[in-house]
């Protein structure tokens, strides 16, 4: 049986190994902590299934946002699978928005877990959020 001796790190070394740990930990934490939970959290909800009802378009409206023009809403209601009346608003391209006025019917998808988070088809929704729905699909 051969027995070598462990090879001893210089105190260089060890203060060396322990920074490169310490930014690797700290690089870690600072991605987890840019993510969107919100957005993960929607999506994971989601992804136990959508039910689909019809909702009454309550109002349209859209508001100016400095340098970068006009961005258009629709607030909503529907009913959910519980008989409970819910209210909604959603950010909509702007095709679509022209397509709505209030009193309009409007197809909403709202997660069977979570019947207060709605969408409608037309809805606008962050880059991140696209990405992981696609992947989740």
Known sequence: MIVSSPR??????????LLFGCAAVAAIVCILAQLPYGVLREERARIFGEVGTVGVVEAVRSEAVPNSGMIFFID???????????????RVA?????????????????????PELARVPGQLFSPFQAWLRRVLE
């Open 8 to 17: 001893r790190r210089t105190p260089a070394a060890r203060l060396a190994r």
């Open 76 to 90: 909503y209601k529907y009913v959910d699978q519980d008989g409970l009346l819910r209210r909604s608003s959603s």
């Open 94 to 114: 702007a095709p679509a928005w022209r397509r709505f006025s209030p009193g309009s019917r409007v197809r909403v998808l709202y997660a069977r877990s979570q």
